[in-house]
């Protein structure tokens, strides 16, 4: 009987409902994560990365460095050959799927949905995870600020698949933000967006992050980085070439060496902020 009643009680602390991380808590850690992909191709080597609440923390590198795949692995979207992933101090593996969702939201690069939901719909799947729990009376507020945040109230009763790029992306956003976790990762926000709504996108995650939420992004435009994340790690390889302040990890000598291209970091003569560019040829 003891028995039964342990693994009842088991069963109830993973589906209870997440509490506020503390400011500066760890809410996703990565311990010497590796992870290979097709033909022993190895992705990720020994990765240690932590996620802490109330900060945005940036992941850049070139293409095929291990961004993306590093927030997949976070994500529990892929499972490391090697090393550890906790999402609030436990593994992975024991969250269910439900208990996950509720505390991280996830925004991939690509935005498809198999049938023909209006935009409205799909913000609204961002709240499955609270369905019968105290918080489902939150989502007609939580779909409504989504959709006013990210720009999109005027698309709600558009069919998602006729939407364009920039518009799918937003939709997207807003579903993850209507899902109210305290961990968001998110995969080239800005990819499809025009400059505006790129600067919108960033300055939602510098609010969320603001409140509490940590936040993971990755960028490849290095300028944002610099300008919106509070710790930048740079990936060269599947490995953490340098992790930290925008201003300690970009430096010259640094993503020269990481993008194998010529690269100025330098300091606006206006307004002081830290600007990432290629050299180009006749500069």
Do not use: C
Request: hydrophobic share 45%.
């Amino acid at each position: 009987m003891s028995t039964m009643l342990r693994g009842l009680s088991a069963f109830t602390r993973r589906h209870e409902l997440p509490a506020t991380p503390e400011p500066g808590a760890v809410t996703l850690r990565a311990r010497g994560v590796g992870l290979e992909r097709g033909a022993g191709r190895r992705v990720l080597d020994g990765v240690d990365f932590d996620v802490v609440a109330g900060r945005i923390v940036a992941l850049v590198g070139p293409n095929g460095a291990g961004k993306s795949t590093l927030l997949a692995a976070l994500a529990g979207e892929l499972e490391p050959g090697a090393g550890t992933v906790e999402l609030d101090g436990r593994s992975l593996a024991e969250w269910a799927p439900v208990d996950q969702a509720r505390r991280r939201a996830v925004l991939p690069q690509n935005h498809t949905v198999g049938f023909p939901f209006t935009a409205r719909e799909v913000v609204a799947m961002g709240r499955a995870p609270w369905a019968r729990t105290d918080r489902q009376d939150d989502d007609e507020a939580r779909i409504a600020a989504a959709l006013a945040a990210t720009d999109v109230e005027h698309l709600a009763g558009r069919h998602f698949p006729a939407l364009s790029g920039g518009e799918r992306a937003r939709v997207a956003l807003a579903r993850v933000l209507a899902q109210d976790t305290a961990t968001l990762l998110l995969d080239e926000p800005t990819a499809a967006l025009d400059l505006g709504h790129q600067e919108q996108v960033l300055q939602l995650a510098r609010a969320r992050a603001a409140a509490g939420a940590a936040v993971v992004v990755v960028l490849h435009d290095l300028g944002v980085a610099a300008a919106y994340a509070d710790r930048v790690a740079v990936l060269e390889s599947g490995r953490i070439a340098a992790d930290g302040p925008p201003r300690e990890v970009l430096t010259t000598e640094l993503l020269t060496r990481v993008y194998k291209h010529p690269v100025d970091v330098f300091d606006h003569p206006v307004t002081g902020a830290q600007l990432v560019l290629p050299v180009r040829g006749g500069e």
